[in-house]
């Protein structure tokens, strides 16, 4: 007999995965491109759907791929690798989104916000040319003004008005690095930015159940500098997560213990940080993207943050500006987002077909939020309300 699928811990406990490795659901982000602004992409070309390579430290000039720091292949992978270089061990959360590469950051992992704020006008100026339906911003810098008169928060938010999902990553201050005790209000910019989808990282310790999660010592908490908003907007994983990697890249060649090999090939690496739990959410984004065409048009952004939180499965003993909604549920947040019936009349009822509130992940039925929070206005539900305005 043929040996089924193995299964992968992350896609299992995302719920986009059963345990014998069969996927629970036929999106995957095909039709959909997710643009990364980051140090670039050096890995296996063809373990990934890439599209096109700008490079923002040179003017934004069409270049061939390439990665001299490394942090951007392994954010990349996370969506979109296919697993072709590990046998099929190693894929993406959307192995059939594409991927445009926006080179900002050097081979040390420092750039210029002036690049990034580039590199986002770039991808809304040409967001139907490149079919540009996330932009994913794992990187950023500490809160310096109100969001308001942030230039990059600024450049984040048209970004939104324009249609496009903009996932940011929260930032890694959300510890002491001896004691590992929580601090609060380290979220960095654009994480401010009240349009964008905010995401900490989660523990899952490898693991598919939920039932031993917890948010990261070093996620950055809530609430924003300045503004107060409340972030994150949720959790995904983001710890020990393995994916691709330009060997030879200044990441690779420093921790050499971070390298991991499958299949023969060590293009492969284990790292931690928001930075990798955004992806994650990127790689869900597109899925939901896709799905919602289906029913006739993409969703908006307003609508697929709203999707993410209210199918997210809190986690027990963290609080809202730790893990906001909760965890990310992709199973759910997919099968809400087929759901909705976009050609609903207005006031009519808008769902296609019933959707039970619930996820099987892991053999364990688990209740979603059903709660939305919302960075300067309000938490709806059943938990502690925070609002920015207070």
Not at 120 to 124: G, I, L, Q
Not at 146 to 149: K, M, N, S, Y
Not at 285 to 288: E, G, I, N, T
Not at 301 to 307: E, F, G, L, Q, T
């Given at each position: 007999?043929t040996a089924g699928p193995?299964?992968?811990?992350?896609?299992?406990?995302?719920?986009?995965?059963s345990?014998?490795g069969?996927?629970?659901?036929?999106v995957?982000?095909?039709?959909v491109?997710?643009?990364?602004?980051?140090?670039?992409?050096g890995?296996n070309?063809n373990?990934?759907k890439l599209m096109?390579?700008?490079?923002?430290?040179?003017?934004?000039?069409?270049?061939?791929a390439y990665?001299?720091?490394g942090?951007?292949?392994h954010?990349?992978?996370?969506?979109?690798?296919?697993g072709?270089?590990s046998g099929?061990?190693?894929k993406?959360v959307?192995?059939?989104?594409?991927?445009?590469?926006m080179r900002?950051l050097d081979d040390?992992g420092?750039?210029?916000t002036?690049?990034v704020?580039?590199a986002?006008?770039?991808?809304?100026a040409?967001?139907?040319?490149l079919?540009i339906?996330?932009?994913?911003?794992s990187l950023?810098?500490?809160i310096?003004e109100?969001?308001?008169?942030d230039?990059?928060v600024q450049?984040v938010?048209n970004?939104?008005a324009?249609?496009?999902?903009?996932?940011?990553?929260?930032?890694n201050?959300?510890g002491d690095?001896?004691s590992h005790a929580?601090?609060?209000?380290?979220?960095?910019s654009p994480?401010n930015a009240?349009?964008?989808i905010?995401v900490?990282?989660?523990?899952?310790?490898?693991?598919a159940t939920?039932?031993?999660?917890?948010?990261?010592w070093?996620s950055?908490?809530g609430?924003s500098?300045?503004?107060?908003?409340?972030?994150?907007d949720v959790?995904a994983?983001g710890?020990?997560?393995?994916?691709n990697?330009?060997s030879?890249s200044?990441?690779?060649?420093?921790y050499?213990?971070g390298?991991?090999?499958q299949?023969?090939?060590?293009?492969?690496?284990?790292m931690?940080?928001?930075?990798?739990?955004?992806?994650v959410v990127?790689?869900l984004?597109?899925?939901?993207l896709?799905?919602?065409?289906l029913n006739g048009r993409?969703?908006?952004?307003?609508?697929?943050?709203?999707?993410l939180?209210?199918?997210?499965?809190?986690?027990?003993g963290?609080?809202v500006?730790?893990?906001g909604?909760?965890?990310?549920?992709g199973l759910g947040?997919?099968?809400l987002?087929?759901?909705i019936?976009?050609?609903?009349?207005p006031?009519?009822?808008?769902?296609?077909?019933?959707?039970?509130?619930?996820t099987?992940i892991?053999?364990?039925?688990?209740?979603?939020?059903?709660?939305?929070?919302?960075?300067?206005?309000?938490?709806?539900g059943d938990s502690?309300?925070?609002s920015?305005n207070?």
């Open positions: 007999t193995s299964s992968s811990p992350l896609l299992e406990t995302l719920g986009l995965q345990p014998d069969t996927p629970t659901t036929s995957n982000g095909s039709a491109n997710v643009a990364f602004i980051d140090s670039g992409f890995g070309a373990d990934l096109e390579v700008f490079d923002f430290r040179n003017g934004g000039v069409a270049r061939d990665d001299t720091y942090h951007g292949t954010v990349a992978g996370l969506v979109g690798s296919q072709n270089k099929g061990q190693v993406g959307a192995t059939g989104a594409g991927v445009i590469v900002v040390q420092n750039g210029y002036s690049d704020i580039d986002v006008n770039y991808a809304v040409n967001k139907n040319a079919g339906g996330v932009i994913n911003l950023g810098h500490p310096y109100p969001a308001g008169t230039p990059l450049a938010e970004a939104v324009n249609g496009i999902v903009v996932v940011v990553a929260a930032g201050f959300g690095p001896a929580p601090r609060y209000a380290g979220i960095t994480g009240p349009s964008a905010t900490g990282a989660a523990e899952t310790l490898q693991t939920r039932g031993d999660d917890a948010v990261a070093f950055s908490r609430p500098w300045y503004d107060g908003y409340q972030k994150p959790v994983p710890s020990h997560l393995v994916s990697i330009a030879g200044t990441i690779y060649s420093a050499p213990g390298i991991v090999t299949q023969g090939s060590s293009a492969y690496f284990k931690s940080g928001t930075s990798m739990a955004a992806p990127s790689g984004v597109a899925s939901m896709q799905a919602s065409t993409p969703l908006t952004p307003n609508a697929v943050k709203a999707i939180e209210y199918t997210a499965i809190p986690m027990a963290a609080d500006l730790s893990q909604a909760g965890m990310v549920n947040a997919v099968t987002a087929a759901a019936d976009q050609k609903a009349a006031g009519a009822w808008w769902l296609k077909t019933s959707v039970t509130p619930s099987t892991a053999g364990t039925s688990l209740a979603w939020s059903q709660r939305v929070v919302w960075g300067d206005r309000v938490v709806w502690t309300v925070w920015g207070e």
